[in-house]
């Protein structure tokens, strides 16, 4: 008992060192300078397009059958459940630490010495062993398991967030792909008119060889690109029913017309996407299970106090008496104060740190991170907005130039060069203003994952 009142003193000093002092956040951290000015940033808004739900967001009744069928099937996402399942099992076993251990070992001998009559014994221990918190051990490795636990769980965010958003853009590929193949459709019927057209044109002698075979080769190519599409639909079908975890089937859907893009958008303030990014709280639950890995370094320095004993019943009890029966007892305090254990202790705490400074810079990336994602999708969705408004005038002035060439050419006031470049043109565009608005769309698809949308589970 001499040694109480020196563990005592120990103890009370070690708070300085961090060793019962809780994790928190580390100041200078670039949370408040994430977002660059945006006309669709409200800065004095706690509201966020990340704290929408997502059925609120994606309203399709086909995009929200998928991404319900997506939640209940991806096998990515339920391997992530059960990595939270394991690691609520190491809490609950560090919360169990701070109680005592008891083992039962019954055992039995017979013994017998030159052919005489044996001798049988027996004993029936339990055990008890009961290792004493001074400095903190078991309470930072709880801790630690703590923080695994809402790492694995920001993991599982992580992964329906992204999951969500995979679904989404995929979908709205399918729909762009939809209308390309439609388009190119009635590109592939408008030049086939035109080849009919032409080649009764060179049986009359009013049109020359090299321009049906111009018109021709346009045509083949229009048939390649339409091919191309029809490809790339039925692998887009393909990724989807992946991300679904079924086997390749039809998608149903609805058309391009029918998604509309939020009128309002909000990103909140910094401290929104800290608390709503699953990337970035599970690097922040990397530092701190790193912090109390430090801790618990630390701990290995001082002593560890044990408490142990063991109450049994036996017939050996060395007496005369033959088989006689009765109970052991017994009572064990340990005290085991490392003194030199080849530099193990201090290598242990060294990389110790270092994995928590390198848990430090992985969370400072992370926000970095965040905030490039929020601002490139904010400007996309301002830029693809643009080009569609733009992509729509050039659409309307092209048609009525596509219109004003056919006149003209059927009464030989217009070259079928200039015909076919109208009509080319026409069809760029076109294609153009579908792609602007699946663009848009995915990019406010990338902003609402950016800013943590879809993450609750």
Request: aromatic share 6%.
């Amino acid at each position: 008992m001499k040694f109480l009142p020196i563990l005592i003193l120990l103890s009370s000093g070690l708070t300085g060192c961090n060793i019962y002092s809780n994790y928190s956040r580390p100041e200078g951290l670039p949370s408040e300078s994430l977002y660059n000015d945006s006309t669709m940033m409200n800065a004095d808004s706690l509201s966020s397009l990340g704290s929408i739900p997502w059925h609120d967001l994606f309203t399709d009744p086909c995009l929200q059958s998928l991404i319900e069928e997506g939640l209940s099937s991806n096998t990515d996402l339920q391997i992530a459940m059960l990595r939270i399942d394991e690691a609520k099992a190491g809490l609950t076993a560090a919360k169990l630490a701070y109680l005592p251990s008891l083992t039962f070992s019954p055992n039995g001998a017979i013994t017998s010495v030159d052919g005489n009559k044996s001798s049988k014994t027996y004993e029936l221990p339990l055990s008890l062993s009961w290792e004493i918190d001074l400095f903190g051990k078991l309470r930072n490795a709880q801790k630690e398991q703590q923080m695994l636990l809402l790492r694995q769980q920001a993991y599982a965010q992580l992964v329906q967030s992204e999951l969500i958003a995979s679904i989404a853009n995929s979908y709205y590929s399918l729909l762009m792909l939809d209308s390309q193949i439609e388009i190119s459709n009635q590109a592939i019927e408008v030049w086939r008119e035109q080849v009919r057209t032409m080649e009764l044109q060179l049986k009359v002698g009013e049109l020359r060889e090299n321009a049906l075979s111009q018109a021709k080769a346009n045509l083949e190519g229009l048939r390649a690109t339409h091919n191309t599409l029809i490809r790339q639909q039925r692998e887009t079908e393909n990724s989807i029913c992946t991300l679904l975890g079924v086997t390749h089937r039809s998608i149903d859907r609805s058309n391009l017309d029918a998604q509309n893009i939020p009128s309002d958008i909000t990103v909140g303030i910094p401290l929104i996407l800290l608390s709503r990014r699953p990337d970035v709280v599970h690097a922040e639950m990397d530092l701190a299970a790193a912090y109390y890995s430090t801790n618990q370094s630390r701990t290995a320095f001082y002593p560890s106090l044990t408490i142990g004993g063991s109450a049994g019943w036996t017939n050996s009890l060395g007496q005369a008496i033959s088989n006689p029966g009765g109970w052991i007892l017994s009572a064990l305090g340990s005290l085991t104060q490392p003194i030199f254990q080849r530099g193990k202790l201090i290598s242990n705490l060294r990389i110790s740190k270092d994995e928590e400074q390198i848990a430090l810079l992985n969370y400072k990336q992370s926000l970095l991170n965040a905030g490039q994602e929020v601002n490139d999708a904010l400007f996309s969705i301002e830029s693809y907005g643009d080009n569609y408004a733009f992509h729509s005038s050039q659409c309307e002035a092209l048609e009525k130039t596509v219109k004003s060439n056919e006149i003209l050419f059927r009464t030989s006031n217009a070259t079928y060069l200039e015909l076919l470049a109208s009509r080319q043109d026409l069809l760029n565009s076109r294609l153009n203003l579908v792609s602007d608005k699946v663009n848009q769309l995915q990019s406010v698809v990338t902003l609402y994952k950016a800013l943590g949308g879809g993450a609750d589970i």
